[in-house]
């Protein structure tokens, strides 16, 4: 049976998982919670955090605050000025191969490399999301009307796309060939790059605030319906003409988070009212893991043997679901 540990998380937590075997928990409210042997709390920022990403190796946590700073934090509880934008509101953060991270304000997004080398991408309008592509060093950023591509180590041209409306969240498929934004209307865009051939998924009751893909990268999981929707990506045309996959429905619920696990096809789904379920692809079987809380799930994160799953509320309430005993 699944167990949980709660921990002690002041405010909403604006992101949960793992560095390593170190869990984390990075609280709007500035504190930064770390559990492992034994609990620590770091406070880097001088007010409120606003964006938190843990390294794609594991090895620290980035996070951003309306101080204008972004730190790296590590799991023995050091903390690192990586960059400064004095006087700036950083609230988007990428973290990409080799150590890259990228941050935005307003209409500048800034790639810092793992060398130190730092590029500035000025764009018509506000950035609304970043990622890096799962090999490279090329940075999407989505804004209103598309997105855009950069070569984030050279000076290469941009690559545009285009569709008309703002685009906030944006992903790489781990292929790299798909790009998937999260509208500001209820739906999701994406382009496949090799011909920027468009891609509409639609329907939604609400804004898709969270996406996760599967760990062979067939299907994206997605919040902002009364289920998980899986879009397939399989073939070259991704979901076009295919029926999503509805996992974990609710009559009266809306999905609030999703985390695909690593190793399995299988993903954890978080609910407006704080309840945690677990559901399987093939044959939809559902296994309850929390009840419901006080609020609705915020984030959540598998480890990288996906034996624990970390999550947080909106409402302050965190902690680790450990399958096994």
Request: net charge neutral; charged share 20%; glycine share 12%.
């Given at each position: 049976?699944?167990?949980?540990?709660?921990?002690?998380?002041?405010?909403?937590?604006?992101?949960?998982?793992?560095?390593?075997?170190?869990?984390?928990?990075?609280?709007?409210?500035g504190d930064i919670t770390l559990s492992g042997e034994g609990e620590k709390k770091l406070r880097p920022h001088?007010?409120?955090?606003?964006?938190?990403?843990p390294l794609k190796d594991g090895t620290g946590l980035i996070t951003s605050g309306d101080d204008g700073c972004?730190?790296?934090?590590?799991?023995?509880?050091?903390?690192?000025?990586?960059?400064?934008?004095p006087r700036k509101w950083i609230d988007l953060i990428a973290t990409g191969p080799s150590g890259a991270v990228a941050f935005a304000c307003g209409r500048v997004a800034?790639?810092?490399?793992?060398?130190?080398?730092?590029?500035?991408?000025?764009?018509?309008?506000?950035?609304?999301?970043?990622?890096f592509a799962p090999k490279g060093a090329r940075l999407a950023v989505s804004r209103y009307d598309g997105?855009?591509?950069?070569?984030?180590?050279?000076?290469?041209?941009?690559?545009?796309?285009?569709?008309?409306?703002?685009?906030?969240?944006?992903?790489?498929?781990?292929d790299g060939k798909f790009l998937v934004t999260a509208m500001q209307e209820n739906a999701l865009h994406g382009w496949r790059l090799s011909d920027a051939q468009d891609m509409r998924?639609?329907?939604?009751?609400?804004?898709?605030?969270?996406?996760?893909?599967?760990?062979?990268?067939?299907?994206?999981?997605t919040s902002g319906a009364n289920a998980a929707i899986l879009w397939p990506f399989q073939g070259k045309t991704g979901p076009m003409g295919q029926s999503p996959l509805q996992l974990g429905?609710?009559?009266?619920?809306?999905?609030?988070?999703?985390?695909?696990?690593?190793?399995?096809?299988?993903?954890?789904?978080?609910?407006?009212?704080?309840?945690?379920?677990m559901c399987r692809f093939g044959d939809k079987a559902e296994v309850h893991l929390r009840r419901p809380g006080n609020s609705p799930v915020s984030t959540m994160d598998w480890d990288a043997d996906g034996v624990r799953l970390a999550f947080g509320t909106e409402g302050g309430e965190a902690g680790i679901i450990s399958l096994q005993d």
């Open positions: 049976m699944p167990t949980i540990a709660p921990v002690d998380v002041d405010g909403f937590v604006v992101r949960a998982g793992f560095l390593k075997t170190t869990v984390f928990f990075a609280s709007g409210e001088k007010a409120g955090l606003l964006a938190a990403e972004l730190y790296r934090c590590g799991s023995d509880a050091s903390v690192e000025l990586v960059a400064e934008r800034w790639a810092r490399l793992g060398d130190g080398r730092e590029k500035e991408f000025t764009h018509e309008r506000a950035v609304g999301g970043l990622a997105a855009t591509l950069w070569w984030a180590g050279t000076d290469g041209p941009p690559t545009e796309f285009s569709w008309k409306g703002a685009h906030l969240g944006v992903s790489f498929s781990p998924m639609s329907g939604y009751p609400a804004k898709v605030k969270s996406f996760s893909w599967s760990y062979k990268g067939k299907f994206l999981a429905a609710r009559t009266d619920l809306l999905v609030s988070a999703v985390a695909c696990h690593p190793k399995e096809d299988v993903v954890a789904i978080g609910y407006q009212d704080g309840s945690v379920s």
